[in-house]
Structures are given as structure tokens and as C-alpha cells.
């Protein structure tokens, strides 16, 4: 662990923060690409749902080896490599739709491999950040980084789209290739300076697992914790993010309505992850608790309310209220947790802040289909979910009681 200083005189987090913030851009360009590709060439709604679920389903399955290979291997080689192919793909890709071959079925394929790159990526790149921090600026670390890529998620598509505008899907994905491949340089192994595996116990990958989760399970805070992070994802914001474009059409609403809303849930996320980085919270559990509460008020409230401008309100609240919920945890677990260990249990507290949206969008999308009302959809999820939290915030003691010696 580097010496306490200035997180931004400390050139193996800054090579950090920078390759994962063009990591994201390159991610949401190549997914913008593929979307405006497969609506406009393809002229097939139902194709991007199957390429959403062979990017996102593989990385809920393999996420948990992810971790294994966190913990016993070089986590900057892991992510170094990640990037490269990643890169290289998206290179595959723009070669395909420039002679012409780009089809549907190489899409999947290709999403398949993307999504299953970023199940060994993701834990990798939340363990690291201790071994490269002090551990009293683990949470501005988080802080920095997270808010980076919700600025990402904001970039990258406004880049996509002025590239398709005048030059085309194939000079989309060349300038998404180019952009995860110097993500890549960023996170070249010597440039991040990583110590020694932590990890010297030798056994099996499925003994690895195990211990894995044996010392979640054993641990009241994580479980907690990761209850927290599945009942914000599943119960608030994987149904608000599907639920956001029927409820403009809805609503009667544009696409400049539906780019208004989820730029104020991106802005809104933004603004409270600078307040999290600058502000020293200590109550860190019950910060957490607190958020997801707010976060399932505001949506009941969201879920509610037939005018556009008011509901780009909600979603700048729902935003800044969400991000009080998982950086405290996060930060924690990754204060807490044994170094050895520290790629599985990351690889499960991932897997429980991304694996549940993908549900959440099938549930969603299911109801509607069936013919209920999206409002009513988005109330008995904000409600269940709120009464979910209300008993882990009565139950959850230790959780509830944890307070940060930073």
C-alpha cells in the first residue's frame, strides 16, 4: 500500500481512474453503437434485448471466478489483459461492419465474450484500489472513481452519437476500439505498480469459492450490506431504468424528455459522489440505510406523478440519494475484508450491485407485457422494496450500528 498522500500525486491511482473512466466510455460507446445498429440496420427491438442478455447474463454467472482470479493472480494483469481483448473485439467488430458482415448472430457472440471479459475485470479493478491507497482515502478513491464513471455513462453516448452523425456505426466502433484500447495502456502492469499477491494459500478454484463465500456468510456487515445493494438494484433502480423510456411514451413525451431524465439520474449520482468524496461519514451503515430508504420514497413518489419535468426532478433525487446507499458499504467491505480474500468478497458484493438489473428489466418488461399498468409496476416494487429496507434497517444491527474508524 502506497504511503498517505494526495490521491492525485499518486500516479498508480491516477493511471487507475483514468483507464477505468475511458474503460466506461468505450463500454457505453460500444453499446450506444450496437444499439442505434441493430434499431436502424438490423430493424429488430427484440434482437437488442438478445445481445442485452448475452452481454449481461455471463457476468452474473462467472463473476464469483472472477474473484478466484483476483485473489491469485496480478489484479493489473488481469485488467490489462481484459482491456486488450476487449479492445481487440470491438476492433473485430468495426472490420465486420466495414466489409459488410456485421450480423446478428456475431453480435451475441461477440456481446458473450465482452460480458464474460468484464466478469473478470470488475472484481479485479474494486480490489485494487486498497493495495494502491492509503487506507483512510479508500473512500474518496470510490468516490472519485464511481463518479467518473457516471460521468462515463454520460460521455460516452454523447460521443457516439456525434460520430454516427457524420461518420457511420463503423467509425463508431473504430472509436470505441481505439478508446478501450488506451483504456488498456492505462492499466499496463508497470504504470499501476501493484505488490505482491496477497493470496498465498494454494488450493483449488472451487475450495477458493467457497472460502469465499464462507466468509461472507460468517460476516453480519457484508450479508447486510449486500441485502442493501440487492434491494436498491432489483427494487429501485433496475425498475426505474427500464420503466424510464415507457413511461415517456407513456407520458407522451420525445426523446429529448427521455435524454433530460437520465441525464438528471446521471448528474444526480455525480453531485453526490463529489459531496461523498469531500464529506468524512463515519456512520457509514447507517448513511446506507438511510439512502435506500430516500432512494424507494422518491420512486413510490416517481411512480406517481404524469409530468415529464417533475419526474426529471425524481430522477436527479433518485440519483443523488442512491449513491449514499453503495459507496459507504463499498468502501467499508474493502477497509474491512482480509487482503487474501479481498477479490471473492468484491466479486460478490459486484455481483450483487450489477447482477440484479438485468431481473429487474425482465420482471418489468414481463408485468407491462402482461398489461399492467407501468405505474403500478414501478409502485409495488418501490413499496415491496421499501418494506424490505425497513427490516433491515430493524433488524440489521451490526449493519445499522457500524461506524468507520476513517
Do not use: C
Not at 374 to 379: A, G, P, R
Amino acid at each position: 500500500m502506497e504511503q498517505q498522500k494526495s490521491l492525485f500525486r499518486n500516479r498508480p491511482f491516477i493511471f487507475l481512474f483514468i483507464g477505468a473512466f475511458l474503460a466506461i466510455i468505450g463500454f457505453s460507446m460500444f453499446f450506444m453503437t450496437t444499439t442505434w445498429f441493430v434499431i436502424s440496420d438490423l430493424g429488430s427491438a427484440s434482437s437488442l434485448g438478445i445481445i442485452l442478455i448475452a452481454t449481461t447474463v455471463p457476468r452474473i454467472l462467472i463473476m464469483a471466478f472472477g474473484g478466484v482470479l483476483a485473489d491469485n493472480f496480478k489484479k493489473t494483469t488481469i485488467m490489462f489483459s481484459t482491456s486488450s481483448i476487449q479492445g481487440l473485439l470491438l476492433v473485430i467488430l468495426f472490420l465486420l461492419n466495414h466489409a459488410g458482415h456485421l450480423t446478428f448472430m456475431y453480435l451475441v457472440i461477440l456481446g458473450f465474450l465482452f460480458g464474460t471479459l468484464d466478469a473478470f475485470s470488475g472484481p479485479a479493478g474494486t480490489s485494487l484500489i486498497p493495495k494502491l491507497v492509503h487506507q483512510s482515502q479508500i473512500k474518496q478513491a470510490n468516490a472519485i472513481i464511481q463518479g467518473l464513471g457516471q460521468a462515463g455513462f454520460v460521455v460516452g453516448p454523447i460521443i457516439s452519437g456525434s460520430i454516427m452523425e457524420f461518420g457511420g456505426v463503423t467509425i463508431g466502433y473504430l472509436v470505441s476500439a481505439i478508446v478501450v484500447l488506451l483504456s488498456a495502456f492505462f492499466m499496463f502492469p508497470p504504470f499501476l505498480k501493484e505488490g505482491p499477491v496477497d493470496n498465498t494459500l494454494k488450493q483449488t478454484p472451487l475450495k477458493d469459492m467457497i472460502e469465499g463465500f464462507s466468509y461472507v456468510k460468517e460476516n453480519k456487515f457484508l450479508i447486510t450490506g449486500i441485502l442493501v445493494l440487492i434491494t436498491l438494484n432489483f427494487f429501485a433502480f433496475g425498475a426505474i431504468s427500464i420503466a424510464i423510456p415507457i413511461l415517456v411514451e407513456t407520458y407522451g413525451g420525445s426523446p429529448i424528455n427521455l435524454s433530460y431524465i437520465e441525464t438528471a439520474l446521471a448528474i444526480g449520482m455525480l453531485v453526490s459522489t463529489v459531496i461523498i468524496g469531500i464529506v468524512k461519514i463515519r456512520h457509514r451503515g447507517l448513511t446506507s440505510m438511510a439512502g435506500l430508504v430516500a432512494t424507494l420514497i422518491i420512486a413510490i413518489a416517481f411512480s406517481q406523478i404524469p409530468n415529464l419535468y417533475v419526474l426529471t426532478a425524481l430522477a436527479f433525487l433518485i440519483g443523488f440519494t442512491m449513491t449514499f446507499v453503495s459507496i459507504p458499504f463499498f468502501t467499508s467491505a474493502q477497509e474491512d475484508t482480509d487482503p487474501r480474500i479481498m477479490g471473492r468478497v468484491m466479486s460478490i458484493v459486484f455481483l450483487a450491485m450489477n447482477g440484479f438489473d438485468p431481473l429487474a428489466y425482465a420482471s418489468v418488461t414481463l408485468l407491462v407485457s402482461k398489461g399492467i399498468d407501468i405505474q403500478q409496476v414501478i409502485l409495488s416494487f418501490s413499496t415491496v422494496g421499501l418494506l424490505i429496507a425497513l427490516i433491515l434497517l430493524w433488524k440489521g444491527k451490526t449493519f445499522r450500528q457500524y461506524k468507520s474508524a476513517y
